[in-house]
């Protein structure tokens, strides 16, 4: 029998003849929901590194040479954007999806608090604005949300961006991070004011409680709750019609990856829609 004296390594292309359309590309039907579109379309080897090893033979000039060849994958993180109106429960589902997929969760309120408590320069540029009792520029914003989706636990965990971006202009500047998926909170209109008029605030806890949905455990609690200023329903009007009108111009840059949620069921059901669709959309990039 001949033996392995040598092994060489030369690099094979990555690439086939023709490209196949990743399982990614089809509609996705799910229960209680709307289709699913999805018409990114990846190469098959996109993500594969390939290695030809060759043995050749010193004692026996009849043997044959073979080729051994090797696969290196590394999934993709999953990339989602959440969009949805005032008290249609995208905070409650951010939670949710980041404790069972470990994405990176940004908010650009969040990082607008921290950039300015650690004194950066976007911290520093953005708290002369506020003094000011001016909005902080768009650029600013876009900055900051840049920064952190480039960071290396994004990059490698995957992200989820909540509540941006909110205008069109804002949606430009973030075009090269596209998302694997944008979910929309569907609610309807009497059921989102009637959710904000009913909260109610513990200031000594933070928590938010409501007069219908979610009452104080104790009578004491219940005697300190507060309403903030802008939970009336004139307001809340306003703050939905200004919503409407943002998410519409954003919509159109993430058309092909919108996946439209009911958000008026039960935060348990909520989340079955959303689950499905992740995990679909895992199963895929596998």
Known sequence: MASCCSLSFST?????????????????????????????????????????????KTQSPDCPSFLVVGSAKKQEPLRVMISGAPASGKGTQCELITKKYDLVHIAAGDLLRAEIAAGTENGRRAKEYMDKGQLVPNEIVVTMVKERLMRPDSQEKGWLLDGYPRSLSQAVALKEFQPDLFILL?????????????????????????LKYSLPETDEIAARLTQRFDDTEEKVKLRLHTHH????????????????????????????QIDGALTQLLEAKE
């Open 12 to 56: 094979v292309s990555s690439k086939p003849n023709k490209p196949y359309s990743s399982p990614i590309s089809s509609s996705l039907q799910l229960p209680i929901t709307s289709q699913l579109p999805f018409s990114k379309k990846k190469l098959l080897y996109s993500n594969h590194t390939l290695l030809q090893t060759q043995c050749r």
């Open 186 to 210: 569907e609610v309807p209109e009497e059921i989102l004011v009637e959710r904000v008029v009913g909260r109610r605030l513990d200031p000594v806890t933070g928590r938010i409680y409501h």
């Open 245 to 272: 009108q943002n998410v519409e111009s954003v919509l159109s840059m993430y058309k092909d990856t919108i996946f439209q949620v009911d958000g008026s069921v039960s935060k348990e059901e909520v989340f079955a």
